[in-house]
């Protein structure tokens, strides 16, 4: 756990979602562990694994937290990933079209503790999957994905910190 959780204040948590022994299904835990030290600066890093529990207190501790996770293919199709950003007083109204790989998700852990809490902005990071089988480590289909799905959260990354500065 990083100091933010105990000051109740922080800035940035960037929160890894998914299961590494069944494929693609890890590729948040993934992401997460790989990001760079530039990266990194006034950041918080988590891989949660399968450990969705602790995403609401990780959420409470930071002013803005980035959720990355598996998702299973949506209507709109293709390999990019989907970015959703909302705050928690929007999750009653936030479409069911979040369809985690887990049979209970960051989301439904986060609706349980949005008391108090809707100032916090979370933006969602969804990596659609196509192989979630039983098997350690990304596919080889993610594999080559990787490059670009990097590069889209180092941008994500930069934009979230740079707007917080703004209005800090």
Not at 91 to 117: C, Y
Request: some cysteine.
């Amino acid at each position: 756990m990083c100091r933010h959780v105990r000051q109740k204040k922080g800035l940035l948590a960037v929160i890894g979602v998914g299961n590494s022994l069944r494929g693609d299904d890890g590729i948040g835990p993934w992401l997460v562990e790989h990001l760079s030290r530039s990266e990194m600066e006034n950041v918080c890093a988590f891989d949660l694994g399968c450990y969705t529990s602790y995403a609401s207190d990780l959420i409470a501790a930071h002013e803005s937290s980035i959720i990355i996770d598996a998702v299973l293919v949506w209507e709109t199709g293709g390999d990019g990933p989907i970015v959703a950003a909302f705050a928690l007083a929007d999750l009653k109204s936030l479409p069911q079209q979040i369809k985690s790989t887990h049979g209970f998700s960051w989301l439904d852990q986060v609706r349980l503790a949005e008391a108090g809490q809707t100032n916090k902005k979370i933006i969602f990071f969804g990596v659609p999957v196509h192989d979630e089988v039983w098997n350690e480590g990304l596919s080889a289909a993610m594999k080559k994905r990787l490059p670009r799905l990097q590069s889209d959260l180092q941008r994500l990354i930069a934009e979230t910190r740079n707007e917080m500065s703004i209005y800090a």
